[in-house]
């Protein structure tokens, strides 16, 4: 259905569900050990490495190694990640480790690793939300040899898509910014750029399909590589409050 917003509707369509996101995210994931999570966030557990030993020491992700940013990232979203990397259902093909990591920790731990993950990356300073930015340095990625995009571009598509060529605008489900809406549309906003090149060209290519009712094969097989690159230079430093406006998303809030 979003490939046939307009502009208009697909604003007002994500207004609403900004409106209407879950009571969650004004609060902390009911059942979930936080302290559970840390541990092994920062000393793994068992056979499992310390997530912090690639994804990063704040949880920001890190381009050398290709691996996502998971401070703040939606908590349904990730359980659902680890899940479907515990039952195959997605295949690590950066690293080949995530695979073992989830299979290594029980369901319970995947719920508190997740939780815990979420809480990571706001700070709050007076009455100002200041977001942990981490996402990429896309002048330095480009010094040193890496292909990158337009941003204005890569700004287009996120917010109005491509009417000629189909492509609806990722914020019909991403949010503004990208910023990510609960339960399942992902944070992609300040998402490193190494990591959201790699998906959405695994989308494409079909060496990912965990997407429910292929909602992102569809979209990124109308992907070309300029506008990837594009899309991906511009989400990885979209931060999700805008100059202006100074509502905190509610997403956000502790
Ligand atoms: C040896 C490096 C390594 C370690 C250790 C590691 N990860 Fe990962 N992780 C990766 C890579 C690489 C990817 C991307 C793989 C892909 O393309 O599917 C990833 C992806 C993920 C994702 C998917 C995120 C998204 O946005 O879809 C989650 C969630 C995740 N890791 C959680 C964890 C947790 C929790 C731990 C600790 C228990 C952990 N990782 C430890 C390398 C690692
Ligand atoms: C019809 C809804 C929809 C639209 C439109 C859409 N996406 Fe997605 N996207 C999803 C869903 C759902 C997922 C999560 C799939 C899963 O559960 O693994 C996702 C996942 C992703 C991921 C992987 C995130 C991660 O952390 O693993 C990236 C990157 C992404 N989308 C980028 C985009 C971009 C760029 C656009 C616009 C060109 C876009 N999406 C448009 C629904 C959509």
Redesign the pocket.
């Known amino acids: 259905m979003h490939t046939y917003l307009k502009k208009l509707g697909a604003v007002s369509i994500v207004a609403m569900s900004v409106v209407l996101s879950p009571a969650m995210a004004a609060g902390k994931v009911t059942g979930a050990d936080y302290a559970n999570g840390k541990t092994?966030?920062e000393q793994?557990?068992g056979d499992?490495?310390?997530?912090?030993?690639?994804?990063g020491a704040e949880g920001l992700g890190d381009d050398n190694?290709?691996?996502?940013?998971?401070a703040g990232?939606i908590y349904q979203?990730?359980t659902k990640?680890?899940e479907d990397?515990a039952n195959d259902r997605?295949?690590?093909?950066?690293?080949y480790?995530?695979n073992a990591?989830?299979k290594?920790?029980s369901p319970q731990?995947?719920k508190d690793?997740?939780a815990y993950?979420n809480s990571l990356g706001r700070v709050f300073s007076g009455k100002q939300l200041q977001v942990a930015s981490g996402g990429s340095d896309v002048a330095a990625l480009k010094e040193s040899g890496v292909e990158v995009g337009v941003a204005h571009l890569g700004k287009e598509l996120v917010n109005f898509g491509n009417v000629e060529r189909s492509i609806p605008a990722c914020l019909s489900c991403h949010g503004h910014s990208g910023r990510g809406v609960e339960p399942m549309f992902?944070r992609i906003g300040e998402?490193k750029f190494v990591?959201l090149v790699?998906?959405l060209k695994?989308f494409r290519d079909g060496s990912?399909t965990n997407d429910p009712m292929k909602q992102m094969q569809v979209v990124a097989k109308k992907l070309s590589d300029e506008d990837i690159l594009n899309v991906a230079t511009y989400l990885t430093q979209a931060p999700p409050t805008t100059m202006g406006n100074t509502r905190i998303p509610v997403e956000y809030l502790p």
């Not at 499992?48 to 994804?55: D, E, G, L, M």
Request: with cysteine; hydrophobic share 40%; aromatic share 8%.
């Open positions: 092994i966030f793994g557990k499992v490495p310390a997530c912090n030993s690639c994804h190694l290709g691996t996502p940013r998971l990232q979203f990730m990640q680890l990397y997605r295949m690590d093909t950066v690293m480790v995530m990591n989830a290594g920790l731990d995947r690793v997740s993950l992902p998402q990591y790699s998906q695994k990912r």
